[in-house]
């Protein structure tokens, strides 16, 4: 039951009684919330959507024409013929090929950390009683009010002292973990997590540990799954810390897009070919798992 | 099995490796007697493991975001070069007093907060109305969700590119939209507020869909019968939504507020690329558009001063506390009028 939680969020009403809000539907519409859509609802919708998905098409378009054409009036509507070539040109220009690598490492790293660290600090936060428990949560959602950029100039030196300038464990380091992330956590497993399930394992002798890996995991996962996904979203797109502190010689792939605005490649087409393949992972995540991700963002919106 | 139990309770090291549910309840509760190390360590593991478990996080936070914080404040009130990290001259508050006297100072805080006011206002506002619009039952819900949020997927860099060409003076899309219905070419990059409009649409474009779906989830938790309640008082669909709606999601209005605030105050990707390359930093030739997160990055990656650099952090932090008490304030003195 607790696995399908997530998926099941955005289509049903978010209320506790999840599943037996369908059958009441003629009360709901009644009571003036969930009216079906009129046509004019569709049509601003349509035009939102629009407006969302536009720009990433108009790149498409863009990068699968030539630069004479991109610059010409009226600009170009519908793809060329160049989309494959451009792309080659632009992976080599920007070195997008070590970017990618990169971004990847980061990223993976820090959502892989970030959701492991949060799962323990959340499991704590809902289920272990411990003195200072409700102090030291506010102090973790006071932390979200402390924006990291601020801290650049002295973790800068900081990272230089320590030889990682221009080195990745730079980027991954400050990032390790995310206040977001553990209230997020906690919040899912105080509902998911039956206070039963931990008791039982305290009584066959587990330690805590155990009870973690074997009784909180498995009941964490979807919400695990979430948390990886919009952390991983985050981290490859950092921009600030991460163009700070790496260089064109080692760069993640938002550093690595600078440098196609930075007058290197002043081919319009080869820009926004760059601007795609800098985008296209996560649009090819979203593709799969948009669903998912709209859930987790709507989860973590309900209790924070 | 039987005789590993026995040798392992006779070598006296019970409870260490607990076997967990897979170990039989009768035969823990034979072994009282010397079952005394292992209720001690049973307690040192329920009083101990919880601050374990927390002590990552705030180790992290600590060593790379509190303490460096902190250390700013130090640093803002010396000297300090890039090329020479190690040596700090004590000056005093001069950083501050030079920043107070440097026009580009208030001319980067007025642009974050013009750009700020330009991007949050009509995003939440936008994010309201689209939240409303996705309340209702849809066919195809998911892809208008998804396909609000895709933007969000986009990074800073990819969005701003994209979003110079569109306003391209000469041959970008918009100027040439605008010229359908007689308006003459904007010079968008070159021109004060109308470089800070576009930027603000790469933020307004980014961030709207987000927040419509963080509405939405909290539109989706209000109670039925409170509209049953306004409707049979005979209230519009607009009034329920002005009484109802709007008080309902109020928390993650104010939520979205204190995020974006957060947000507006640190711009810095944006503008960057949107100045393509050198006029980037300086955010314009006549520094039109360039915030208090570029001026930091100059000061300090630039001009090499990492004092000043610190001095134009420490002030966006105090600028940040400065709007919340101000918010504060305003909430108070509304709930105490009304």
């Known amino acids: 039951?607790?696995?399908?939680?997530?998926?099941?969020?955005?289509?049903?009403?978010?209320?506790?009684?999840?599943?037996?809000?369908?059958?009441?539907?003629?009360?709901?519409?009644?009571?003036?919330?969930?009216?079906?859509?009129?046509?004019?609802?569709?049509?601003?919708?349509?035009?939102?959507?629009?407006?969302?998905?536009?720009?990433?098409?108009?790149?498409?378009?863009?990068?699968?024409?030539?630069?004479?054409?991109?610059?010409?009036?009226?600009?170009?509507?519908?793809?060329?013929?160049?989309?494959?070539?451009?792309?080659?040109?632009?992976?080599?220009?920007?070195?997008l090929g070590k970017?990618?690598?990169?971004?990847?490492?980061?990223?993976?790293?820090?959502?892989?950390?970030?959701?492991?660290?949060?799962?323990?600090?959340?499991?704590?936060?809902?289920?272990?009683?411990?003195?200072?428990?409700?102090?030291?949560?506010?102090?973790?959602?006071?932390?979200?009010?402390?924006?990291?950029?601020?801290?650049?100039?002295p973790l800068f030196m900081m990272m230089t002292e320590l030889g990682w300038g221009q080195k990745l464990p730079a980027v991954i380091f400050p990032t390790l973990v995310?206040?977001?992330?553990?209230?997020?956590?906690?919040?899912?497993?105080?509902?998911?997590?039956?206070?039963?399930?931990?008791?039982?394992?305290?009584?066959?002798?587990?330690?805590?540990?155990?009870?973690?890996?074997?009784?909180?995991?498995?009941?964490?996962?979807?919400?695990?799954?979430?948390?990886?996904?919009?952390?991983?979203?985050?981290?490859?797109?950092?921009?600030?810390?991460?163009?700070?502190?790496l260089d064109m010689s080692n760069p993640t792939v938002p550093v690595a897009l600078t440098q196609l605005s930075a007058g290197y490649v002043r081919d319009q087409s080869l820009i926004m070919a760059g601007a795609l393949l800098g985008t296209l992972p996560l649009l090819a995540m979203f593709v799969v798992f948009g669903r998912q991700i709209v859930g987790g963002i709507m989860q973590g919106a309900v209790k924070g | 099995m039987a005789t590993q139990?026995?040798?392992?309770?006779?070598?006296?090291?019970?409870?260490?490796?607990?076997?967990?549910?897979?170990?039989?309840?009768?035969?823990?509760?034979?072994?009282?007697?010397?079952?005394?190390?292992?209720?001690?360590?049973?307690?040192?593991?329920?009083?101990?493991?919880?601050?374990?478990?927390?002590?990552?996080?705030?180790?992290?936070?600590?060593?790379?975001?509190?303490?460096?914080?902190?250390?700013?404040?130090?640093?803002?009130?010396?000297?300090?070069?890039?090329?020479?990290?190690?040596?700090?001259e004590w000056v005093a508050f001069d950083n501050y007093a030079a920043l107070l006297q440097d026009e580009r100072f208030w001319n980067a805080l007025s642009n974050t907060i013009t750009i700020g006011v330009l991007s949050t206002v009509p995003q939440l506002l936008m994010a309201l109305g689209l939240a409303h619009l996705l309340n209702y039952?849809?066919?195809?819900?998911?892809?208008?969700?998804?396909?609000?949020?895709?933007?969000?997927?986009?990074?800073?860099?990819?969005?701003?590119?994209?979003?110079?060409?569109?306003?391209e003076r000469d041959f970008g899309m918009i100027n040439w939209t605008l010229s359908l219905v007689g308006v003459d070419n904007v010079d968008w990059e070159g021109n004060k507020w109308a470089a800070q409009i576009a930027i603000s649409t790469i933020v307004i474009w980014r961030w709207t869909g987000y927040n419509a779906l963080l509405y939405l989830a909290a539109m989706q938790a209000i109670p039925r019968d409170r509209y049953e309640a306004a409707a049979i008082d005979g209230a519009s669909r607009w009034q329920q939504f002005l009484k109802v709606t709007i008080p309902g999601i109020r928390p993650t209005i104010i939520f979205t507020i204190v995020?974006?605030?957060?947000?507006?105050?640190?711009?810095f990707g944006e503008p960057l690329?949107?100045?393509?390359?050198?006029?980037?930093?300086?955010?314009?030739?006549?520094?039109?558009?360039?915030?208090?997160?570029?001026?930091?990055?100059?000061?300090?990656?630039?001009?090499?001063?990492?004092?000043r650099a610190a001095t134009v952090a420490w002030a966006m932090f105090l600028l940040l506390i400065l709007v919340f008490a101000l918010q504060r304030l305003l909430k108070r003195r509304s709930s105490r009028s009304s």
């Open chain 1, 1 to 95: 039951m607790t696995t399908d939680t997530l998926q099941a969020r955005p289509d049903v009403p978010q209320d506790s009684p999840k599943g037996r809000r369908r059958l009441r539907l003629p009360a709901a519409v009644r009571a003036g919330r969930q009216h079906h859509a009129g046509p004019a609802t569709y049509v601003l919708l349509t035009v939102a959507a629009v407006l969302s998905l536009f720009p990433l098409y108009w790149t498409m378009v863009a990068a699968s024409t030539d630069n004479t054409r991109v610059t010409q009036t009226p600009p170009p509507f519908l793809p060329g013929p160049h989309l494959f070539e451009n792309l080659g040109k632009a992976w080599q220009d920007a070195a």
């Open chain 1, 99 to 153: 970017a990618m690598v990169n971004s990847l490492i980061v990223a993976g790293t820090i959502a892989v950390s970030t959701v492991l660290f949060a799962t323990l600090a959340g499991f704590a936060f809902a289920k272990l009683r411990f003195k200072g428990r409700n102090i030291l949560l506010t102090l973790v959602i006071g932390t979200m009010m402390v924006p990291p950029q601020l801290a650049v100039v």
């Open chain 2, 137 to 167: 039952r849809l066919r195809g819900s998911t892809f208008f969700r998804v396909a609000a949020l895709t933007p969000y997927a986009t990074s800073v860099g990819a969005a701003a590119l994209v979003f110079t060409m569109l306003f």
């Open chain 2, 273 to 307: 690329i949107f100045g393509q390359g050198p006029n980037g930093i300086t955010g314009g030739a006549d520094n039109q558009y360039q915030t208090l997160g570029l001026l930091l990055y100059e000061e300090g990656w630039k001009n090499y001063q990492m004092g």
């Open chain 2, 5 to 88: 139990t026995s040798t392992a309770a006779a070598g006296g090291q019970p409870a260490e490796e607990p076997a967990g549910p897979v170990r039989p309840a009768r035969g823990r509760r034979q072994r009282r007697p010397d079952g005394r190390r292992s209720t001690l360590l049973h307690r040192l593991d329920v009083r101990g493991a919880p601050y374990a478990f927390i002590v990552p996080f705030f180790a992290v936070f600590a060593a790379f975001s509190f303490y460096p914080l902190i250390y700013t404040a130090w640093i803002s009130l010396h000297r300090v070069e890039l090329s020479s990290l190690d040596l700090m």
């Open chain 1, 178 to 245: 995310s206040a977001v992330g553990v209230f997020f956590m906690r919040q899912y497993l105080a509902d998911a997590l039956p206070d039963e399930l931990v008791e039982a394992g305290r009584v066959d002798g587990a330690h805590s540990l155990r009870i973690f890996w074997s009784i909180v995991l498995p009941v964490a996962r979807p919400a695990m799954a979430v948390l990886f996904m919009i952390t991983f979203v985050h981290a490859w797109n950092d921009f600030f810390w991460p163009f700070i502190v």
């Open chain 2, 259 to 267: 995020l974006s605030t957060i947000g507006s105050t640190q711009l």
